[in-house]
């Protein structure tokens, strides 16, 4: 028998989706990007698909349920806006156990309304069962888009522009944050009258990590920009594992290398300030941290121009031919080459 | 706090989506369906999706894993037919423990694809995560039909006919049937040897029992038969929760009341032979054992010569005027108000 954690999540999915064939004519793409792509009729529809587990995804210690099923419902649109397509409905599929009341689950589901409203989305459906353990939320979106805008990752060509929204690695240092006074408080024993440095205090000045981990946001306004000024990406997808693996993604699928820069990836203040405390390297987090759900995108070098308006968003290196591999350029001016890291919970 | 229990899940879904909007021009129908549906051109697109729980939905001491994922796909399936619609894609999310090899979640994928070679249904992405706890699977299927095809729960008619494929009950039995030799199983002391009354005796005969628990089909040639004869049903449901939760649903969503006949109830010869062994009343296996994947439909009275000729179809009753609520007529010609026991594990 083989362990799951041999193959990982990547290499599982691949595994068991190597030969697949697709037999309808409406399936324009299957496994393999953000979204599948449909053919309908006039427009082609998008579907992408997430889930969350207790334990794995999310920790209900210092999670509150509403910005729980905000971001449950946000990461599947920025499926969405990663292919250039519009979120247009959603379903959502809850395992609650017996430890939930309904209280609890109206809370989820506000946050999952909120989400909606906020990016005009249409909750269309679900199933509610029962669990034996925890929580397990699981959404599907569909979008739309018209066929010449959708954006797929294996379009990125030599001396593309690589670009990035945002920063990169603040999702992260939220999380470190929330985990450091998670267990601060857990190793004080209980019958210890309450210290000055509450988490609440602890938390000041730094409520931007904890906005990005527990209520992040998906890019449509980038989507928005580039249309604005005419650009088209070549290739996109959003964050969710770490731009290293991101950009493995790309290169591989598009049959490209790519060179990044250190000094120009873009890091927030509090994340980097928060990094040097907890003795973390903010580049590693930045590379490997996840969740961040900002676009990365690659474009033509003729659209340079266009993109120097764009606010919040950063060109954080180029594309290269395949032999160069996918390297980051030190601020030493040294190569190291990326890995993809990314999350592998089977291990 | 209010327990969950206290709604159950018809109730709770009810209360966490009843004032919800939906504001997508393509969204036709949202919530309260088998499936919604959407406009995105020529043809509506369904869209439903189906949650699975180990020890709630599925227990895999006897359940093997591929006809889990058989199953679990055509459960949706199911919901496409059960609206007149074909399906045509699915997303597959897999929430996996460690306990779970690489060759475990091969044998369930073999399952799903096997049900979608069968159905002509193209994977086209999904999900794939590590679970603290057991086995979970998310399923969603897009269909297609076209819009004067649909045939909604809602359009149940004074005097139509209430029609059922297939038989009642039998899934349940086959339930049964595992769960007895479950039981038997777990009673003998492990170093006691193997006794004749193993449990693959124990089946003999009764594979058919078996097969519906474990490996349902969704019934697409009954709508098949139905097109052929020129029969468009006026309300629809697969039997997933159990015939009374079904009917319940088509008469409060038509605003209209049912009878149907004890003994027009289709009964396999086998479930009946088992419940009465095991000392269950069929009938009400039948009405609300679940699990059947049967059609329910109604239609109009005018359609009944056409009906005759169907093969494995059966009328089972009319549609009434409200007032006289849902109604089981007995065999000694008593009135039995119907309830919707359904499946509530909140409880």
């Not at 691949?14 to 427009?43: E, N, R, W, Y």
């Not at 944050?177 to 024993?189: K, V």
């Not at 290196?317 to 030493?332: A, D, S, V, W």
């Amino acid at each position: 028998m083989t362990e799951i954690a041999k193959y990982g999540e990547f290499g599982l999915i691949k595994h068991l989706t190597k030969d697949l064939k697709t037999v309808q004519p409406s399936t324009k793409k299957g496994i393999g990007d953000d979204c599948a792509v449909m053919d309908f009729g006039s427009k082609k529809v998008l579907m992408t698909t997430d889930m969350l587990l207790e334990g794995i995804h999310f920790n209900l210690e210092y999670v509150p349920l509403k910005h729980l099923g905000y971001k449950a419902a946000v990461v599947n649109f920025s499926d969405i806006y990663a292919m250039n397509g519009t979120p247009t409905q959603i379903t959502v599929s809850l395992g609650i156990s017996k430890r939930f009341s309904v209280e609890d689950i109206e809370a989820l589901y506000s946050g999952i309304r909120l989400a909606c409203e906020r990016y005009n989305v249409d909750l269309v459906g679900g199933d509610t069962c029962a669990s034996m353990t925890g929580l397990t939320i699981s959404i599907t979106c569909l979008g739309t888009a018209a066929a010449k805008d959708i954006v797929y990752r294996n379009g990125a060509k030599l001396n593309d522009l690589i670009c990035v929204s945002g920063n990169l690695g603040t999702a992260y240092m939220g999380l470190q944050l929330l985990e450091r006074e998670r267990l601060a408080m857990s190793q004080s024993t209980p019958n210890t009258p309450s210290t000055p440095n509450t988490p609440i205090a602890a938390f000041e000045g730094r409520e931007y990590l904890l906005e990005r981990q527990l209520k992040p946001e998906a890019r449509r306004d980038i989507l928005e920009s580039l249309r604005k000024v005419g650009v088209k990406p070549t290739a996109m997808m959003d964050v969710s594992d770490g731009l290293s693996s991101e950009l493995m993604h790309i290169c591989s699928q598009s049959g490209v290398g790519c060179c990044v820069y250190e000094d120009k990836l873009p890091i927030d203040f509090q994340a980097a300030a928060l990094a040097e405390e907890m003795n973390l390297n903010i580049v590693t987090c930045a590379l490997n941290g996840g969740e961040d759900y900002e676009l990365l995108f690659t474009c033509s070098l003729d659209d340079y121009e266009k993109l120097i308006p764009v606010e919040d968003l950063y060109i954080i290196g180029h594309i290269t031919k395949p032999e160069y591999g996918c390297n980051l350029i030190g601020r030493n001016g040294e190569e190291i080459t990326l890995k993809a890291q990314g999350w592998n919970a089977f291990d």
